[in-house]
């Protein structure tokens, strides 16, 4: 047993007369270990990338929230009332007629 740790921690089995099967295992572990640092670094790329939109959606919809809100207070009919007022405008006390036309035949 500790022959076999010893050889293993020298390298023997990196040179010794079978070592091409010991290589090619190396080299397809060493393949593998790159493949899995590339996925998770574009696994994380998309990670922060999908933390930025949905950082992107809040503030649109704060947005979007704040602009309804001033349309509404702008659409009321007591800010309207005074924007006319400054051009001077005022408006009807009398309320509306509805007029009727009759079509004789």
Do not use: C
């Not at 999908?50 to 704060?62: G, H, P, T, W, Y």
């Not at 009321?76 to 001077?88: C, L, N, W, Y």
């Not at 009398?94 to 036309?101: A, R, V």
């Amino acid at each position: 047993m500790k022959q076999s740790i010893a050889n293993i921690l020298k390298g023997k089995f990196l040179v010794s007369d079978d070592a091409f099967k010991n290589w090619r295992f190396i080299i397809f572990l060493s393949f593998l270990a790159l493949v899995m640092i590339g996925s998770s670094h574009t696994a994380d790329k998309k990670v922060h990338k999908i933390a930025q939109l949905n950082n992107d959606v809040k503030e649109l919809k704060s947005e979007y929230l704040d602009i309804r809100k001033q349309v509404t207070q702008i659409k009321m009919e007591s800010k309207i009332t005074q924007a006319m007022a400054k051009r001077g405008l005022q408006p009807s006390e009398t309320p509306p007629q509805k007029i009727s036309i009759i079509k004789k035949q």
